[in-house]
C-alpha cells in the first residue's frame, strides 16, 4: 500500500508528476485490473428550484413548474424499465421550500411538507418497479437520511471542496449556504453513522488551490476511514457553461485534471472506487483510467446529463469498442457496490438478487 501525506504529495505535484502518475496506476491496476464499470440509469431532476446559487451551475431555476410530478415520474419509470436501467438517479436543488413558497405550495398540493418526504415517496414508487434509487438532496440530517436510506440502494453528496475560502464574495460558493464545507462533512459523517453506501467527490478548476484540492480528498478519506461507507469518489473537472456566473472562466487544464484523478488514486484507500464522468472526460477518457478511474458512474441510455446538458453521453456501445481497444473491458455495475450491499435492508438486498440471478455479467464480488 502506497502512503504519503500531503506535503509530500504537493512537493511531487510542484516537482514530479509523472511520480504521481505511475503510483497511482500501480494502486488501480493492482486493484481494479482492467474493468472499468458504470450504472444503465434514469437521470429524474426532481426540481430546479435551490436554496442555493453556485456560480457555475446552468442547472438551478426559479420556475416553480420545473417539478417532475408523481405522474409524470410514473410513466418516466416505465420507460426505465423499458430501456433495462437499473438505478433512478434523484437529483434536485437543495431544501427548495427554505427558499420558494412555491416549493411549498407544490409539496402540500402532494401531501407532503417537504422535499426530503417527496423524494422518498419517489423512490418508494421506483422500488414498486425494482429500479433501485440513488438520491442526491444536498445537505441533510441524521433524520432525514434514516428516512431516505430505507428506499435507497446508495445516496451522494459531493464534497465539491474543503474551501472556506470559496464562500468569500465574488467566489463560486458565495451565494450557496449549504455548500459550507463544515455542513456537508457533517452529511457525510451522518450518512456514516447510519452505514449508507455513499458517493462523494471534489469538483475540481472552481478557484481551489492544489492545497484545498488535496486536503478535500483526505477529509473525505478520514470518513471512510471511521466509518467504512464511502463506496465511490468522483473526480469531477468543473464545465463553464453558457450563462452562468462563471461562464468566462476556463475550463481545468488536461494535465491538472489528470493529476487530480492519480492524487485522488493515491489518497484514497484503494476500496473506494474512482469515478470520472466519461462525457466531460471524451477525449482524454483512457488516460484518466490509465491514471487512476475505474468507473463512469451513470450513464443513460434515455435521459440526458441535466448538470452537463451541453455534453451528451456515450452511447454504451461506441463505450464498450473505446474501452476494447485499450484492453478494458467496460461491465455494467448496479448503483451498490458489491461489498457494499451488506448495509441494505431485506427488500433492496431482494432486487438485486434478481438482477444478478438474471444478469450474470453484472459487476460482483466473484470478479
Ligand atoms: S450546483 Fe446544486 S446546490 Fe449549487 S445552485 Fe446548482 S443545484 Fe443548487
Given at each position: 500500500m502506497i502512503i504519503m501525506d500531503s506535503e509530500e504529495i504537493l512537493n511531487l505535484v510542484n516537482n514530479d508528476r509523472s511520480e504521481l502518475h505511475s503510483k497511482a496506476q500501480e494502486i488501480k491496476t493492482n486493484t481494479f485490473g482492467n474493468i472499468v464499470t458504470f450504472s444503465r440509469n434514469l437521470f429524474v431532476p426532481v426540481t430546479h428550484q435551490c436554496r442555493n446559487r453556485c456560480g457555475y451551475c446552468s442547472f438551478v431555476s426559479d420556475d416553480s413548474n420545473s417539478w417532475i410530478t408523481p405522474e409524470n415520474y410514473q410513466s418516466l419509470l416505465k420507460d426505465a424499465k423499458n430501456a433495462n436501467c437499473k438505478e433512478i438517479l434523484l437529483t434536485l436543488g437543495e431544501k427548495p421550500e427554505e427558499k420558494y413558497q412555491s416549493a411549498k405550495d407544490y409539496l402540500n398540493q402532494y401531501g407532503f411538507d417537504k422535499t426530503v418526504n417527496y423524494v422518498n415517496h419517489f423512490c418508494e414508487l421506483a422500488l414498486n418497479f425494482n429500479l433501485l434509487p440513488h438520491s442526491n438532496l444536498g445537505v441533510l440530517t441524521f433524520d432525514e437520511l434514516a428516512i431516505l436510506k430505507e428506499n435507497n440502494a446508495s445516496m451522494g453528496l459531493m464534497?465539491?471542496?474543503?474551501?472556506?475560502?470559496?464562500?468569500?464574495?465574488?467566489?463560486?460558493?458565495?451565494?450557496?449556504?449549504?455548500?459550507d464545507p463544515s455542513l456537508r462533512l457533517d452529511t457525510l459523517i451522518e450518512a456514516g453513522k447510519l452505514k449508507i453506501p455513499f458517493t462523494s467527490g471534489i469538483l475540481i478548476?472552481?478557484?481551489?488551490?492544489w492545497e484545498e484540492r488535496i486536503q478535500a480528498l483526505f477529509d473525505i478519506k478520514s470518513i471512510q476511514t471511521k466509518y467504512s461507507n464511502i463506496q465511490e469518489v468522483i473526480v469531477q473537472n468543473f464545465n463553464p457553461q453558457p450563462g452562468t456566473p462563471m461562464s468566462s472562466w476556463s475550463a481545468p487544464l488536461e494535465y491538472d485534471v489528470l493529476l487530480s484523478i492519480s492524487i485522488a488514486r493515491i489518497i484514497l484507500q484503494p476500496s473506494i472506487n474512482l469515478q470520472i464522468p466519461p462525457n466531460l472526460n471524451k477525449y482524454r477518457l483512457i488516460d484518466a483510467l490509465n491514471y487512476g478511474a475505474n468507473d463512469l458512474g451513470g450513464i443513460s441510455p434515455i435521459s440526458i446529463d441535466y448538470i452537463n446538458p451541453n455534453h451528451e453521453w456515450h452511447k454504451e456501445q461506441e463505450l464498450a469498442e473505446k474501452l476494447n481497444s485499450s484492453n478494458y473491458e467496460l461491465v455494467e455495475r448496479l448503483p451498490v457496490y458489491p461489498s457494499y450491499e451488506k448495509y441494505l435492508n431485506t427488500r433492496i438486498r431482494k432486487i438485486i438478487e434478481e438482477y444478478r440471478e438474471n444478469e450474470k455479467a453484472l459487476y460482483s464480488s466473484n470478479r
Amino acid at each position: 500500500m502506497i502512503i504519503m501525506d500531503s506535503e509530500e504529495i504537493l512537493n511531487l505535484v510542484n516537482n514530479d508528476r509523472s511520480e504521481l502518475h505511475s503510483k497511482a496506476q500501480e494502486i488501480k491496476t493492482n486493484t481494479f485490473g482492467n474493468i472499468v464499470t458504470f450504472s444503465r440509469n434514469l437521470f429524474v431532476p426532481v426540481t430546479h428550484q435551490c436554496r442555493n446559487r453556485c456560480g457555475y451551475c446552468s442547472f438551478v431555476s426559479d420556475d416553480s413548474n420545473s417539478w417532475i410530478t408523481p405522474e409524470n415520474y410514473q410513466s418516466l419509470l416505465k420507460d426505465a424499465k423499458n430501456a433495462n436501467c437499473k438505478e433512478i438517479l434523484l437529483t434536485l436543488g437543495e431544501k427548495p421550500e427554505e427558499k420558494y413558497q412555491s416549493a411549498k405550495d407544490y409539496l402540500n398540493q402532494y401531501g407532503f411538507d417537504k422535499t426530503v418526504n417527496y423524494v422518498n415517496h419517489f423512490c418508494e414508487l421506483a422500488l414498486n418497479f425494482n429500479l433501485l434509487p440513488h438520491s442526491n438532496l444536498g445537505v441533510l440530517t441524521f433524520d432525514e437520511l434514516a428516512i431516505l436510506k430505507e428506499n435507497n440502494a446508495s445516496m451522494g453528496l459531493m464534497l465539491e471542496s474543503s474551501s472556506y475560502r470559496l464562500m468569500d464574495k465574488n467566489q463560486a460558493h458565495y451565494l450557496s449556504p449549504g455548500k459550507d464545507p463544515s455542513l456537508r462533512l457533517d452529511t457525510l459523517i451522518e450518512a456514516g453513522k447510519l452505514k449508507i453506501p455513499f458517493t462523494s467527490g471534489i469538483l475540481i478548476g472552481i478557484g481551489e488551490t492544489w492545497e484545498e484540492r488535496i486536503q478535500a480528498l483526505f477529509d473525505i478519506k478520514s470518513i471512510q476511514t471511521k466509518y467504512s461507507n464511502i463506496q465511490e469518489v468522483i473526480v469531477q473537472n468543473f464545465n463553464p457553461q453558457p450563462g452562468t456566473p462563471m461562464s468566462s472562466w476556463s475550463a481545468p487544464l488536461e494535465y491538472d485534471v489528470l493529476l487530480s484523478i492519480s492524487i485522488a488514486r493515491i489518497i484514497l484507500q484503494p476500496s473506494i472506487n474512482l469515478q470520472i464522468p466519461p462525457n466531460l472526460n471524451k477525449y482524454r477518457l483512457i488516460d484518466a483510467l490509465n491514471y487512476g478511474a475505474n468507473d463512469l458512474g451513470g450513464i443513460s441510455p434515455i435521459s440526458i446529463d441535466y448538470i452537463n446538458p451541453n455534453h451528451e453521453w456515450h452511447k454504451e456501445q461506441e463505450l464498450a469498442e473505446k474501452l476494447n481497444s485499450s484492453n478494458y473491458e467496460l461491465v455494467e455495475r448496479l448503483p451498490v457496490y458489491p461489498s457494499y450491499e451488506k448495509y441494505l435492508n431485506t427488500r433492496i438486498r431482494k432486487i438485486i438478487e434478481e438482477y444478478r440471478e438474471n444478469e450474470k455479467a453484472l459487476y460482483s464480488s466473484n470478479r
